[in-house]
């Protein structure tokens, strides 16, 4: 059992080998868009982000507000179809929003708290639909498991999963795909007639306050967005809902 054991782990590690001869060859980018969506959605099905997040429900009134509010920013270009978004709010203090595999995409309560328009949200929300489409977090996930470690989650004991649930919930993206999302984020809400400005007082309030929220680390400067902002003039703005359905969405489930 032993010399069948010792094979099986060479040929694990003859395979990881190829892999990432495979990775250096034509780059972590190509390969992960190569990767169906349906197995992304599948990876992303196994391992689940943090078990122990509370869903936050609002009600009937504020759920049909957030999906309005997703609405207006996805789907809008022609390729959105290839990928499919799950949005959720979560319950937590801390302003943050991140993107898990397979387009499942989570807003803390805390974010939501802080906002001061549905633009503001919209705007971190285009920004993360950027990392989704883009397949930023598949990137993150190939590199992660073209490691030791990795082939451990795939070959080892049961708590090697927990450990790469931990990585997808904690990993952070290079300046170079914060910077993509911020111009695909950007290109969105144009698209969908929103006003950037919201985008850009969200990240300002954000730098001013000192917040920890993680789009803060990585992220081009305050000044190299704000150029970036002007780049993408507004065009046809439209509010994305009035003051008072606003309120409601924001009351129910920010905890207010």
Same mark, same amino acid.
């Given at each position: 059992?032993?010399?069948?054991?010792?094979?099986?782990?060479?040929?694990?590690?003859v395979a990881a080998a190829c892999a990432c001869g495979?990775?250096?060859?034509?780059?972590?980018?190509?390969?992960?868009?190569?990767?169906?969506?349906?197995?992304?959605?599948k990876l992303g099905k196994v391992v689940q982000m943090d078990s122990s997040e509370r869903i936050c429900h609002g009600n009937p009134q504020a759920d049909a507000?957030?999906?309005?509010? =997703?609405?207006?920013?996805?789907? +809008?270009?022609?390729?959105? @179809?290839?990928? #499919?978004?799950?949005?959720?709010?979560?319950? &937590? %203090?801390? =302003?943050?929003?991140?993107?898990? +595999?397979?387009?499942?995409? @989570?807003?803390? #309560?805390?974010?939501?708290?802080?906002?001061? &328009? %549905?633009?503001?949200?919209?705007?971190?929300?285009?920004?993360?639909?950027?990392?989704?489409?883009?397949?930023?977090?598949?990137?993150?996930?190939?590199?992660?498991?073209?490691?030791?470690?990795g082939i451990n989650v795939i070959f080892g004991n049961g708590s090697s999963g927990a450990g790469f649930a931990k990585f997808l919930l904690n990993m952070d993206f290079t300046r170079s795909q914060e910077a993509q999302a911020d111009e695909g984020g950007l290109r969105r809400l144009q698209t969908a007639h929103v006003n950037n400005e919201g985008f850009k007082r969200f990240f300002e309030r954000m730098?001013?306050?000192?917040?920890?929220?993680?789009?803060?680390?990585?992220?081009?400067?305050?000044?190299?967005?704000?150029?970036?902002?002007?780049r993408f003039k507004n065009q046809d703005i439209q509010p994305i809902m009035t003051q008072a359905e606003w309120e409601v969405l924001k009351n129910a489930y920010s905890g207010r």
């Open positions: 059992m032993k010399d069948h054991a010792s094979k099986l782990k060479g040929l694990v590690w495979i990775l250096f060859a034509v780059g972590i980018s190509p390969l992960a868009h190569a990767i169906p969506w349906s197995w992304e959605q507000l957030l999906q309005k509010l =997703v609405q207006r920013v996805y789907p +809008l270009e022609p390729d959105d @179809k290839d990928f #499919s978004i799950e949005v959720r709010i979560v319950q &937590s %203090p801390v =302003v943050n929003a991140y993107a898990g +595999l397979g387009g499942k995409i @989570k807003i803390n #309560s805390g974010l939501l708290g802080k906002a001061e &328009s %549905p633009e503001e949200v919209a705007g971190v929300l285009a920004h993360e639909i950027e990392h989704v489409h883009r397949r930023h977090i598949m990137e993150g996930a190939l590199v992660h498991l073209f490691t030791a470690e730098e001013r306050e000192g917040s920890a929220s993680i789009f803060l680390s990585d992220h081009p400067s305050n000044q190299a967005r704000v150029e970036m902002v002007d």
